[in-house]
């Protein structure tokens, strides 16, 4: 038990992961690692079309294993149908330059971080049949992959997630709006974001997302040190977006600032979870299956 | 405060560091790009007043630190209340001179000042270091226990001494004591005389104490002498008195009286006497005892002997005849063969009074007659013209004599008796009168060509001096000093005779005058050759004294440390607190001022960490 839990991909540390391969292979390992972890399958609706096959996975129930197909290709699959592409999810990325920046040089930068865990949300999505997109944004919306499920969409998405970006600043709003623009029916918003903007108008979006009927979660991506405060005596601080330079000493005012931080995620928390949208901090140095089964209990609540 | 490593201070400059640091931290050159800089405004903008109230309380606490560190690494003491006094160095100068031998009140000044030194001295301790030091110079030392013995048994001087010379012996003796706190404590009997001029002694503090009681009145013999210095056998006792009336006195010699009398108020006496004794003897003038004794009595010395007999040359001149006719007539003189009075080329034995030859040819004569007597000197050039005579010894009147001729006296090396010499006058710088044991030689005749000395009123004097002092019996006049005073031994002198009987050796050739007022006699063998006489000075009979404030004045100290009462004075002496090092305490504070400087830090470091 033990030695499956250490080869699990989701549960290493993510700097690891990151450096064995591109987006789309550790996506993959991440996914693979989460889902052989879960003791009951996550998927439902195996009964109304049947859509493709898949291989079998540990937890999958037998009944939907296609017995001929095991005993004509001697491997084993499962039947899936396209009655589980009901769900409509995007996911919304901030690749503003905030989020380019690592508080240490043996961890991932938030945007590392978080183009790994779209990723994986994304294939997640796509293994259960939900249609996926993809809206990219900084100061402006960079990119945008609309849902699907169809065969490539994934190639799509992982193409997208390698585009440039690091805008001066973070228009979440727009970003969301975007998305919801790219969902005609109730569906799930996903935002990984730092969230070095302003809150009011990204909650005004997420109240209008969710008025629309959209599960919307919020992933609030933190770098250890933004938690507490860079290593340091004396320095000057400077805001690589707006170019804001603040002189401290770490030692005076790490306390305030740690209480700072603490009050921030609580009041995002509590604008967010006032118009029922879920808020998740992930902190880059956790695994990445952590933040996915975050991710994963907002789909389970999905409609 | 005192520091003992006070160099040490000027580490303090380094507390300016944290202030520095305090000052510059917003100044620092080090930037880091931080994304999440909106949380830094936001901290800085809720928790201003938090974050300037802690830097302000960690940099007074590390400026603490380094104080009280480099404060502490100056070694300071402190004077500490309670406890007993601070170890201290007293030096006591009692005042022992004659005056405090007065007695005022049914005792002596001189107890009084011994009950308050004891009573001072008993309250030192252990760890203090005492002295006394007497008006006669004497320091006693050696421990509490010493020092209070040498206090009970201090003997009255016979002089004034030196309390000035004493107090500052006694002063330079505390500063010298590597002890925190120095004193010094004068107990006089405030006599004016003794204080004459303002005395300085530096930083240590001082307390006098002089007695309330006013002086009593005195009356004491304050000048005595015996003119001649050498009676032949004829001579005269003149003395005079410090009285506010009338008062009777005595004249003794060897115990013998030899007048009494009543003088008036400053009265000058003189008494004319030939007394029957012989040799040197010892004579006082004596007045009723009074409250001081000391000065009732004041002593002389007179040689005693008879008329010298001198033949006189005829070539030595009408004015050397007519001199000695005029000191035959008067008793000084006697024509006799014990005293040669002629030129030197006719002499042919000593004592002798040789003149210069009046024919130059003559003076090989006279050398060899010299030579044959012993004298080492010799009659050199005949040099002329007009000099004016230099007496050495400015007693003898010599002033106003001229040489128009004399011869240049040389001195022959190496000649027996060379060792004792006088040169008794000069003529234009060069020896004119020169004497020697048994001798004396005037480079010139005394003739109104050579000289005017035979025309001068001191030649008659002089002749009668050089008899008397120097050609006849024991020479010397009598040297009269006060007690104490240093002098030079007279030569070929082997011990001093005292006046309660036995002798004492001289071996220096430095002598200090006993302490005791008398007559006393130089000996050579048993043979009395000279006389030390040893009075008080006259100014210690003037009992007048100083208020406390200008007893102050003339101390160099303030007008409160004088003290009349002994209970005063008593209790501002060992006053000093003791001194506690506070090195431990600082150290202490210092500690707990880092240790709360940490307790302020360590959550942020914890955290850090």
Redesign the interface.
């Known amino acids: 038990m033990d030695t499956a839990r250490a080869t699990r991909a989701d549960l290493l540390d993510p700097a690891t992961i990151a450096a064995l391969g591109r987006i789309e292979v550790t996506a993959r390992w991440i996914v693979d690692g989460f889902l052989s972890g879960l003791h009951r399958s996550p998927r439902k609706g195996f009964s109304v079309e049947f859509a493709e096959h898949r291989p079998y996975q540990a937890g999958d129930e037998p009944r939907h294993v296609d017995w001929k197909l095991a005993a004509r290709m001697d491997r084993w699959a499962v039947k899936q149908y396209e009655e589980e592409t009901n769900l409509r999810a995007t996911v919304v990325l901030d690749v503003s ?3 380019a ?1 690592s508080g240490a040089a043996a961890r991932l930068t938030k945007l590392a971080y978080a183009e790994r865990l779209a990723a994986a949300i994304a294939l997640l999505f796509l293994r259960q049949r939900d249609a996926v997109g993809l809206v990219r944004f900084d100061d402006v919306v960079r990119s945008s992959v609309p849902p699907r499920v169809r065969t490539g969409q994934w190639v799509r998405l992982v193409a997208a997630l390698e585009e440039p970006g690091s805008g001066l600043a973070s228009h979440a709003a727009s970003a969301l709006e975007a998305a919801g623009r790219l969902i005609a029916r109730r569906g799930m918003v996903v935002l990984i974001s ?1 969230l ?1 903007m302003d809150p009011e108008s990204v909650v005004m979006t997420v109240r209008g997302l969710r008025n629309a009927g959209h599960q919307v979660v919020v992933m609030h991506v933190l770098d250890p ?2 938690l ?15 170019g ?18 603490r009050e ?1 995620i609580v009041e995002w928390r509590r604008a967010l979870s006032a118009y029922g949208a879920s808020y998740e901090p992930v902190i880059t140095d956790a695994p990445f299956g952590v933040a996915l089964r975050r991710a994963f209990s907002a789909r389970q609540e999905a409609p | 405060m005192g520091f003992l490593a006070p160099l040490w201070l000027l580490a303090g400059a380094a507390a300016a560091v944290p202030l520095l640091i305090h000052l510059m931290r917003r100044r620092a050159g080090l930037r880091i790009d931080f994304p999440a800089v909106r949380y830094l405004v936001r901290a800085e903008r809720e928790h201003s007043r938090d974050l300037r109230l802690r830097n302000l309380l960690l940099m007074i606490l590390r400026v603490a630190a380094v104080l009280l560190i480099t404060l502490a690494a100056a070694h300071p003491i402190v004077r500490m209340a309670g406890g007993g006094h601070a170890r201290t160095a007293l030096a006591v100068v009692l005042d022992n001179s004659l005056s405090t031998s007065a007695v005022v009140g049914g005792r002596p000044v001189l107890q009084q000042l011994q009950s308050r030194a004891r009573e001072i001295l008993r309250r030192t301790s252990a760890s203090d270091r005492v002295w006394l030091v007497t008006a006669d110079g004497v320091v006693h030392g050696g421990g509490r226990d010493a020092v209070l013995d040498a206090a009970a048994h201090t003997e009255p001087f016979g002089g004034a001494g030196d309390l000035r010379a004493a107090t500052s012996r006694a002063a330079g003796l505390a500063r010298a004591a590597a002890l925190p706190a120095k004193e010094v404590v004068v107990l006089t009997d405030g006599q004016a005389a003794s204080w004459q001029n303002p005395l300085s002694l530096g930083d240590v503090p001082l307390h006098a104490y002089l007695p309330a009681a006013l002086a009593p009145a005195n009356h004491a013999v304050i000048a005595v002498r015996a003119i001649p210095t050498r009676w032949t056998p004829r001579g005269a006792v003149r003395a005079r008195f410090l009285a506010s009336d009338s008062a009777t006195y005595r004249i003794t010699l060897e115990g013998r009286t030899l007048a009494r009398g009543i003088a008036a108020r400053d009265e000058e006496i003189v008494l004319r006497a030939e007394p029957p004794e012989r040799g040197w003897n010892a004579g006082t003038v004596e007045l009723e005892p009074d409250e001081l004794r000391g000065d009732d009595v004041r002593h002389f010395a007179v040689w005693v002997g008879p008329a010298p007999a001198v033949s006189l040359h005829p070539l030595a001149g009408p004015f050397a005849r007519s001199a000695l006719d005029a000191l035959v007539q008067s008793g000084r003189a006697s024509i006799g063969n014990e005293i040669a009075f002629a030129p030197a080329d006719e002499a042919t034995k000593l004592p002798a009074l040789l003149l210069a030859p009046a024919d130059p040819v003559k003076l090989g004569a006279a050398n060899r007659a010299l030579e044959r007597l012993g004298i080492p000197w010799r009659f050199g050039a005949a040099v002329r013209g007009e000099s004016v005579v230099r007496a050495a010894d400015s007693t003898r009147a010599l002033d106003g004599v001229t040489v128009l001729t004399r011869y240049a006296l040389s001195r022959v090396a190496g000649a027996p008796g060379g060792d004792r010499v006088d040169t008794l006058a000069t003529a234009g710088g060069a020896p004119w009168i020169v004497a020697g044991p048994r001798y004396v030689l005037v480079a010139s005749p005394l003739a109104p060509p050579a000289t005017t000395f035979p025309l001068h009123a001191s030649f008659v004097p002089w002749l009668d001096d050089m008899l008397s002092q120097y050609l006849s019996g024991e020479g010397g006049a009598p040297r009269e000093v006060a007690p104490g005073e240093q002098l030079a031994r007279p030569a070929n002198v082997d011990a001093l005779e005292l006046p309660e009987g036995g002798e004492m050796t001289l071996s220096s050739d430095a002598l200090t005058a006993p302490s005791r007022a008398g007559a006393y006699f130089y000996l050579r063998g048993t043979t009395r050759v000279g006389a030390l006489v040893v009075n008080p000075e006259p100014a210690e009979s003037e009992l007048a004294r100083l208020t406390p404030q200008a007893l102050a004045v003339r101390l160099g100290t303030r007008a409160s440390n004088v003290f009349t009462d002994s209970t005063a004075l008593t209790a501002s002496v060992l006053t000093a607190a003791p001194q506690r090092p506070l090195l431990a305490p600082l150290l202490l504070i210092a500690a707990l001022t880092l240790l709360a400087e940490t307790l302020i830090t360590s959550p942020a470091r914890k955290r850090a960490a």
């Open positions: 330059r905030s989020m920046w730092d070095l040190a933004e507490d405060l860079p290593q340091s005596s004396e320095a000057l601080f400077v805001d690589p977006e707006s804001v330079e603040v002189a401290a000493t770490v030692a005076d005012v790490r306390a305030a600032y740690q209480a700072t931080v921030a």
